[in-house]
């Protein structure tokens, strides 16, 4: 299962159904809140530490990679700047 950018994504089989979990924009750590704890994981993640990141809301940015660029922009969005993550 796989969603637009051919990334696979979490489901959960719910009595017959399959239901494709919509990823929070920004939320790395999938606790359902959008904090510094999301910018520290996805650091680490762009650092090549083995952790478990969102594969959906990872590219915050939207350009298709997973860079410091989307580490910047998820600590601006905690940190209260007007910018729009994916
Ligand atoms: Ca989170
Ligand atoms: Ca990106």
Redesign the pocket.
């Known amino acids: 299962i796989c969603n637009d950018k051919e990334e696979n994504v979490h489901f959960d089989v719910m009595n017959g159904a399959v239901k494709v979990a919509a990823h929070t924009p920004g939320d790395i750590n999938e606790d359902g809140k959008v904090n510094l704890r999301d910018v520290i994981r996805l650091n680490q993640f762009v650092a090549g530490w083995n952790v478990k990141v969102n594969e959906g809301a ?10 410091l ?2 580490v910047i ?1 998820l600590n601006q969005y905690v940190a209260g700047w007007d910018v729009v993550l ?1």
């Open positions: 990872k590219d915050v940015n939207g350009d298709g990679k997973v860079n660029r989307d922009r994916y």
